[in-house]
């Protein structure tokens, strides 16, 4: 069982927009400014999308955005396009130099 | 453009150790983290550990405590590359195998940049 919980799944049709969440503890997600978010699509490492909760790496597409309430940490694709269709991942720090990964969720475009 | 490469035996027998090494091109492995993290065929990924390397050779190493026991993360300055050994290995450590880097923030903050194409290692007689 992974230490964060994220849906196994979120589909939506072109143009529209997802929101994936990311829930844990006070004592990760809640405790640290620390969550990032990965796309992995199939056969490829996972890629950096949000870090920090809601900032994006250069060159990432403003389509995705990244929120935080208490314990839990969302990921908003807006404007889907076919190319999103791809796992995502959260991560955060734990304390204790340790990182602990969501599940992931499969995001599907209609 | 720095890569990395994760190269090593893609069969690995139960009860023996897993040997991997990342070789990184383009850039210095000085003064930054250097992470494994492993995916079991269609499952999530896991965080096993990382090593920072300093600028005059000092070392920083932390493990997943859940797999501590078993992990040896080490590097080799002049060869530009990071190496993981896992011990007493079991089907369950069968997994793609990637090594990524992350800078210098506190609490893994700003994530994995650059990742390898990882390198799958089933365990099986």
Do not use: M
């Amino acid at each position: 069982q992974s230490a964060l919980t994220q849906p196994p799944s979120a589909s939506g049709s072109p143009g529209q927009s997802v929101t994936i969440s990311c829930t844990g503890t006070s004592s990760d997600v809640g405790a640290y400014n620390s969550v990032c978010w990965y796309q992995q699509h199939p056969g490829k490492a996972p890629k950096v999308i949000i870090y920090e909760f809601t900032k994006r790496p250069s060159g990432v597409p403003d389509r995705f955005s990244g929120s935080k309430s208490g314990n839990t940490a969302s990921l908003t694709v807006s404007g889907l396009q076919a190319e999103d269709e791809a796992d995502y991942y959260c991560s955060s720090y734990a304390g204790s130099d340790n990182l602990v990964f969501g599940g992931g969720t499969k995001l599907t475009v209609l | 453009q720095v890569q990395l490469q994760e190269s090593g035996p893609g069969l690995v027998k139960p009860s023996e150790t897993l040997s991997l090494t990342c070789i990184v091109s383009g850039g210095s492995i000085s003064g930054y983290y250097w992470s494994w993290i492993r995916q079991p065929p269609g499952k999530g990924l896991e965080w096993i550990g990382y090593i920072y390397i300093g600028y005059f050779n000092s070392e920083t190493i932390r493990y997943n405590p859940s797999l501590k026991s078993r992990v040896t993360i080490s590097a080799e300055t002049p060869k530009n590359q990071v190496s993981l050994q896992l011990t007493s290995v079991t089907a369950a450590d069968t997994a793609k195998y990637y090594c990524a880097r992350h800078p210098v923030v506190a609490a893994f903050a700003h994530g994995f940049d650059y990742w390898g194409q990882g390198t799958l290692v089933t365990v099986s007689s």
